[in-house]
């Protein structure tokens, strides 16, 4: 079942200056390409000063990007495993950076998949907050956030076993919830003593919170259904026993659905009263409308067939949205240029 899930985020004050209040619709008919020759850029957050560090899945790079389109490399995080969809996956700006100076990354090595900090100031100093996440080929998951509450989210697959999404004393086909340093919050998880958040899912990639608080996350299917779930604290969306819509009271439902064929959504993003998400084999930017008691309206296609395969999509402080290719994934048809990182500037 893929599932995406949108979780309740608890009320509280941004830490950081974050997207614009009000938001502008993104002039999708006129983007700017900032970076070309990628390979496989994965997760994508962005400094104080409007520029944007990125990751590749496959070289282990970390990357800085300008709104201008310079590119830099930052640090190449080792041990990194990359088999099939594994490898340096999801980052995550510190909430206090301009504090703390920290940049977050999950990845996959040999044994496992875990969560790791560095200083941008000194990135070659790493430490590791949370390791011993089940790592696979396929299903690892890997999108990092920090929500609204200063917490850290991240998204875990089921690592291609399905039963561990309904195993409680597993972290693998869950949405976890953490203090900056990898350990349980005081409150607000709702099991004792455990990072789970949300149980129940395939393979979660997409996170993204609007102004209530709330949270949504885009999810992997099988075979025929792709999801778009509202995640609350406990909450159970089904894999494996229901993929899609289902009547099982036990489960929560997913707010849309896709096919397969019609998605594989990766990366999400919140701008205004709209959910973007990024589709791989969709080959679409999908935007859907968020009603004002979280659910969705009909979902919009746009940029289908355009750019391929697309990765991630986020919004920037100048409420530009970035969306990345993913056409060097080893499922996709490589233009020249790609894989490509491309700015879609606010209408004015």
Do not use: C
Request: hydrophobic fraction near 35%; glycine fraction near 12%.
């Amino acid at each position: 079942m893929r599932r995406t899930i949108i979780a309740l985020g608890l009320s509280a004050t941004l830490l950081v200056s974050g997207p614009p209040a009000l938001a502008q619709e993104p002039d999708l008919a006129n983007p700017r390409v900032l970076a070309t020759g990628l390979t496989v850029p994965w997760g994508l957050g962005f400094l104080p000063d409007g520029s944007a560090l990125v990751t590749e899945r496959n070289s282990a790079r970390v990357l800085r990007i300008t709104p201008g389109g310079t590119t830099t490399t930052v640090t190449t995080i080792p041990g990194v495993s990359a088999t099939g969809e594994a490898g340096l996956l999801g980052l995550a700006v510190s909430p206090t950076f301009t504090q703390d100076n920290l940049v977050y990354v999950y990845f996959t090595t040999a044994s496992d998949n875990r969560i790791a900090r560095f200083r941008l100031d000194t990135p070659n100093s790493r430490q590791v907050i949370l390791s011993g996440l089940a790592r696979a080929s396929t299903h690892d998951g890997g999108r990092i956030k920090f929500g609204p509450d200063g917490m850290l989210y991240a998204t875990v697959g089921d690592a291609g076993v399905t039963a561990n999404a309904q195993n409680p004393q597993s972290r693998n086909g869950k949405i976890l919830r953490m203090r900056p340093d990898g350990g349980v919050p005081a409150s607000g998880n709702p099991f004792a003593g455990s990072l789970v958040y949300s149980l129940g899912h395939r393979n979660p990639q997409g996170l993204a919170w609007d102004d209530q608080g709330r949270l949504y996350a885009a999810e992997f299917g099988q075979n025929t259904w792709d999801e778009v779930n509202l995640i609350v604290a406990g909450g159970n969306y089904g894999w494996p026993t229901v993929e899609g819509n289902g009547s099982d009271t036990r489960f929560r439902n997913p707010i849309t659905v896709w096919s397969t064929a019609q998605a594989s959504p990766s990366g999400a993003a919140i701008d205004g009263r709209n959910l973007y998400v990024a589709a791989l084999r969709g080959q679409r930017l999908w935007q859907v409308p968020l009603t004002g008691a979280g659910g969705a309206g009909t979902p919009i296609a746009r940029l289908q067939n355009q750019y391929g395969r697309l990765r991630t999509v986020e919004r920037a402080p100048d409420g530009a949205l970035w969306v990345t290719t993913s056409n060097r994934d080893g499922r996709g048809t490589p233009a020249g240029a790609d894989d490509r990182i491309l700015r879609f500037p606010p209408l004015v």
